[in-house]
């Protein structure tokens, strides 16, 4: 395994995509949920989560450069 491998930069196109992508995940949970209970509520919290960290991640490098 190489570990030296750096992770490339998110494009502003990838971005994009992965925001319209959540969007579309949390639309299809909101018209198809009977009721918002606490499963609910963890899908779309983790779902949140694993999207918005790295889309931060990656503006925060860009800043400093």
């Known amino acids: ?3 030296d491998k ?3 930069k998110l494009s ?3 971005v994009i995509c ?3 992508l ?3 995940f949390m639309f299809i949970i909101f018209t198809s949920a009977k009721e918002i ?10 779902a ?3 999207i918005w960290i790295p889309i ?3 503006a925060k490098k860009e800043k400093k450069h």
Request: aromatic share 6%; glycine share 4%; no cysteine.
């Open 56 to 58: 931060y991640k990656n």
């Open 37 to 46: 209970n606490g499963p609910t509520i963890l899908s779309i919290v983790i």
């Open 12 to 14: 502003r196109t990838q």
């Open 6 to 8: 750096k992770k490339r």
């Open 22 to 24: 959540w969007a579309a």
């Open 1 to 3: 395994m190489q570990r």
């Open 18 to 20: 992965i925001i319209l």
């Open 48 to 50: 949140s989560l694993l």
